[in-house]
């Protein structure tokens, strides 16, 4: 981080218009190959090119970053202007962006309505650190489960992201950071000094993304594709709270690396934190986890543990804890607890932590403390969508507005 940037209090850009937003076509972004040939297929490209006019697609999507289908120079100009008539390549719409005083950004976007309902916004969050620079995706609008300690689980479900909405975070972030060769950042885009950009990304947003698996699939398995974005699984992460069914189907359908958000050792304490426990108990997921594909030292699973004063953070939680993982290649990720305005919870002491964190560690786990980041502009875990959410009435009257007057918001 440069000396500017460490000093520079939380900073609003102004919206980034976006075009397309409501052209209600579908979109070639987070098309899956097959998706795409019947695609283009149906708009009558003739068989002996579908192959062909996918590879071009894919490559300028996803190595060049392009959103206009103008700047696909080797494709022919009919073949773009039909492109244009019936697909869109847009990017979501940036209705805010925040950079906080630790380099952390994050990005209120808007996605298109999807049938009856209305435009929907979640938020995208950039963590550079030293050496990496990740991504934390979110895979829906709200959530369906109700820990008790996160402020998403006090919203309640409005959609699945599709697949489109769900890379779109991933294009987006790049764009914004200037990190697709050879295509400039916009001017008024901030980039971290040094080279961090978007080299990992994580399922750790708003929502549970083994609830909108198909999505989340296709969106992984294309920012994984060799031919294009070309992420390592193993700088791939997502995280649930334990939908076992979907844990078997993450092993063998996407291969990414795991991570579960634990939080309680004993059944009781877990079916209060975390409800899904009453259906999937810890027996279950355990047994998920001892039985995902490929571990070893080297791909372990991680398991998210948020430290809750008086709670879940004694020693003797600490002890069942190390009992619980015997066998599984496991890190322990521990979570200072990160409150928002009308939780009950209160984060862990330090000296609890870290107590905590000393047996786990002395037992053979690695056990990082995460530091929470961005925490001035409420982009830490499970803070996400609330400053949203506080501004949705506003935002909504000043939405209708806009439409009712058939103007964008940078008139
Ligand atoms: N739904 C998924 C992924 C999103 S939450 C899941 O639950 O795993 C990402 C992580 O943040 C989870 O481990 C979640 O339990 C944790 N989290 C939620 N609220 C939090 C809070 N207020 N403070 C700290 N961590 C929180
Ligand atoms: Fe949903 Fe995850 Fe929050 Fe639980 S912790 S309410 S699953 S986002």
Redesign the pocket.
């Known amino acids: 981080m440069s000396v500017s940037e460490a000093v520079r209090p939380a900073l609003k850009t102004p919206p980034v218009a976006q075009p397309d937003l409501f052209s209600g076509k579908p979109s070639l972004v987070g098309m899956s190959r097959e998706t795409m040939a019947t695609a283009l297929r149906e708009k009558g490209v003739p068989e002996k090119q579908v192959k062909m006019r996918i590879a071009q697609i894919w490559h300028w999507l996803y190595i060049r970053g392009v959103s206009d289908f103008d700047a696909m120079t080797n494709v022919a100009k009919d073949m773009r202007e039909m492109l244009k008539q019936h697909f869109t390549i847009a990017r979501p719409e940036v209705v805010e962006e925040q950079i906080s005083n630790d380099g952390t950004r994050k990005w209120l976007l808007r996605f298109p309505a999807r049938g009856a309902g209305r435009p929907v916004e979640v938020e995208t969050v950039y963590i550079p650190e030293e050496g990496r620079g990740t991504l934390?995706i979110s895979?829906q609008v709200g959530?369906s489960?109700t820990?008790s300690?996160?402020?998403?689980?006090t919203q309640r479900l409005v959609r699945n992201l599709t697949a489109e909405e769900i890379l779109g975070q991933l294009l987006l972030a790049r764009d914004r950071l200037g990190d697709f060769p050879g295509v400039d950042a916009p001017v008024n885009a901030f980039i971290p000094s040094g080279d961090r950009k978007v080299t990992n990304i994580?399922?750790?947003?708003?929502?549970?993304?083994l609830y909108n698996f198909d999505n989340v699939k296709t969106a992984l398995l294309i920012a994984t594709d060799g031919d294009g974005l070309s992420l390592s699984k193993r700088r791939v992460t997502l995280?649930?709270?334990?939908v076992v069914p979907e844990i078997y189907r993450t092993g063998e359908e996407i291969g990414v690396m795991l991570?579960?958000?634990l939080?309680a050792v004993r059944d009781e304490l877990r079916d209060m934190l975390?409800p899904i426990n009453k259906k999937y108990p810890l027996a279950e997921l355990l047994e998920a986890c001892r039985k995902y594909p490929s571990l070893s030292n080297a791909r372990r699973i991680t398991f998210?543990y948020?430290m809750l004063k008086d709670v879940n953070d004694s020693l003797e939680d600490a002890k069942l804890l190390v009992q619980l993982l015997k066998g599984i290649p496991a890190k322990i990720?521990l979570?200072?607890?990160?409150?928002?305005p009308g939780?009950n919870?209160q984060?862990s002491d330090w000296a609890t932590i870290e107590k905590f964190a000393d047996f786990v560690n002395q037992a053979g786990y690695a056990s990082p403390i995460r530091t929470?980041r961005g925490r001035d502009i409420l982009a830490?875990?499970?803070?996400l969508k609330s400053e949203s959410e506080r501004m949705r009435k506003t935002e909504r009257l000043a939405f209708e507005a806009m439409m009712i007057a058939g103007h964008g918001e940078d008139d």
């Open positions: 934390c895979s959530c489960l820990c300690f996160c402020h998403t689980g994580v399922m750790m947003g708003m929502g549970e993304p995280s649930t709270s334990g991570a579960i958000s939080h975390v998210e948020v990720n979570i200072p607890f990160n409150p928002w939780t919870y984060c929470p830490a875990c499970g803070q």
